[in-house]
């Protein structure tokens, strides 16, 4: 199994960031995945999840700014990113799962939210 992320970076205030995590060595169409950020030393947060049939559940600090989504023949989840905030500055990591407890996630791209 292997999940890698990318498109974090640097962002201003209100900005906006677009995440990709490339999954393979699993069956993709048929698994939950799942985006969840944490900071150095602080406890995991989860994001958003998005199940094999297309729902989706976000959390609600980012409900209305963020959205994910997924495209099965690429095994790719996304994490559209809208008005950012500071408080969004984290490592944002996909996974294999709606929910926490993840058995496996990817090493995480750094989201930075800063004028």
């Known amino acids: 199994v292997q999940l890698v992320e990318s498109g974090g970076g640097l962002v201003q205030p209100g900005g906006s960031l677009r995440l990709s995590c490339v999954a393979s060595?699993?069956?993709?169409?048929?698994?939950?995945m799942s985006w969840f950020r944490q900071v150095p030393g602080k406890d995991v947060e989860w994001v958003s999840g998005?199940?094999?049939?297309?729902?989706?559940e976000y959390s609600g600090t980012v409900k209305g700014r963020f959205t994910i989504s997924r495209d099965n023949p690429k095994m790719t989840v996304y994490l559209q990113m809208n008005s950012l905030k500071p408080e969004d500055t984290s490592v944002y990591h996909c996974?294999?799962?709606?929910?926490?407890?993840?058995?496996?996630w990817g090493q995480g791209t750094q989201v930075t939210v800063s004028s």
């Open positions: 996974a294999i799962g709606s929910t926490p407890p993840y058995q496996y």
């Open positions: 060595g699993f069956t993709f169409s048929f698994s939950a």
């Open positions: 998005i199940y094999a049939d297309g729902r989706t």
